[in-house]
């Protein structure tokens, strides 16, 4: 098979033959735009001891068994179609061991299979039995079809967690037996919270996206299931609290003034600040605390949660040189806290240095991917909607 004629080309030529004829509407016009604020988690605190430990020492854990799970997302948009380009990477830092899904060389040359569905369409008349080849997604988990009404975020996020769990239900003991998950190890928007509490929220075009939603929790629940049941053991590692409430809620250090809301990292900022004041920045851990959801599919696994703020500098008096993140964990497990900080507090990087890296690898193989295809497209005179072009020249602006 020439390069010519490999399996991307193939796959945008049959797009593009069943596309040209229709021209995608706007976003769903009853729901309007999801924000990042609607698939922020609504957590509750079930239990645990909200105490605050200034850092002064720990016990280094072993890396060696320690692996990261990230997916990333991207998308071309086109008056004629809208393409998520998803991608989920494995990596072992010290083991140098791992995989990424989909394999670039093979799924570009269509010498090889990718082995998970990382290419998603919405357009019209795409909905075809054995049109296009098996890495292309044009329906969601509850068998909905990806026409032009479908909110485009909520189809990219769909995409990463069908990712996420196609790669943790082929981890492997050769890849360690700890796995970090860059983000909760579980997660249930806000938004499908409301669904369940509020008629009015209870709409047609809302009903498609909670039902597929649950599909995706529950194949979630199971892969982890199954990772526990074969003695792995899992952390969540949350980086973005600007969004939850949850401290401010139960304000466990009793900080605050009566009913004040602030989001988590704010709540941090202050813990933070009172500690730098006291003779200079110090890493903490504010924990543990038990959380619980609403619950959507039945018996959810309880997490145990810690924040963890650790400062750039040493003689700063403020919080401006802290990181902040969240710890879940699946069982009170001191080791696997100790390994959380090895990963973070002890190689430098702050945020545990196994999710920066596997988050990189998984960005990179989504973002090639991505202008891989913006040049076939590009090729095949198919035109990108103005706002695709406006990012485009933001994204190459500095070169």
């Known amino acids: 098979m020439s390069r010519e004629l490999g399996g991307l080309d193939r796959v945008i030529t049959n797009i593009i033959a069943t596309t040209s004829s229709n021209t995608l509407t706007s976003m769903d016009n009853d729901l309007g735009a999801f924000t990042l604020q609607d698939f922020t988690e609504e957590l509750e605190i079930s239990g645990g001891k909200a105490g605050l430990t200034v850092i002064n020492g720990f016990d280094k854990g072993d890396l060696s068994g320690v692996m990261g799970v ?5 998308f071309i948009d ?11 990477s494995v990596y072992n830092r010290v083991l140098r061991t791992g995989f990424d899904c989909p394999d670039i060389y093979g799924v570009i040359y269509g010498s090889r299979r990718s082995g998970c569905e990382w290419l998603l369409v919405i357009g019209n008349g795409l909905d075809k039995d054995g049109r296009f080849l098996e890495q292309v997604v044009t329906r969601n988990p509850a068998g909905y079809p990806y026409t032009a009404g479908y909110n485009r975020l909520m189809a990219l996020n769909e995409l990463r967690l ?9 981890i492997v003991d050769d890849y360690g037996r700890i796995i970090l998950v860059d983000g909760p190890i579980y997660h249930i928007p806000s938004i499908f919270s409301v669904y369940l509490r509020v008629d009015r929220y209870k709409s047609e075009s809302l009903r498609k996206y909670y039902e ?8 979630r629940i199971n892969a982890l299931n199954k990772l526990v049941g074969k003695g792995f053991r899992i952390l969540g590692i949350v980086k973005r609290l600007e969004y939850s409430t949850i401290l401010s809620r ?5 900080i605050l003034r009566r009913n004040a ?6 709540y941090l900022s202050i813990v933070a600040n009172n500690i730098a004041g006291k003779g200079g920045a110090k890493p903490f851990i ?5 959380y619980h959801n609403k619950e959507i599919i039945g018996e959810l696994p309880e997490r145990i949660g810690y924040y963890v703020g650790l400062p750039r500098r040493r003689e700063a008096r403020n919080s401006s040189n802290y990181v902040f993140y969240r710890a879940e964990l699946l069982e009170n497990d001191p080791e696997l806290l100790n390994i959380v900080l090895t990963d973070s507090l002890g190689s430098g990087a702050l945020l545990p240095l196994t999710i920066l890296l596997v988050d990189s690898r998984a960005k990179k193989l989504s973002g090639g991917l ?3 295809l913006l040049r076939l497209i590009e090729n095949k005179g198919i035109p990108l909607t103005y706002d695709m072009m406006r990012s485009i020249e933001g994204l190459y602006s500095g070169w």
């Open 212 to 219: 597929s939603w649950r599909i995706l929790l529950r194949e």
């Open 162 to 170: 069908r990712l996420e769990s196609y790669a943790l239900n082929h």
């Open 70 to 74: 990230d997916s990333s997302s991207r």
């Open 261 to 266: 809301r602030i989001n988590d990292y704010t």
């Open 370 to 372: 991505r202008n891989y």
């Open 78 to 88: 086109t008056p004629y179609f809208f393409l998520g380009i998803g991608s989920v």
């Open 250 to 254: 139960i304000d466990p250090l009793n």
């Open 286 to 290: 504010l924990g543990s605390f038990k």
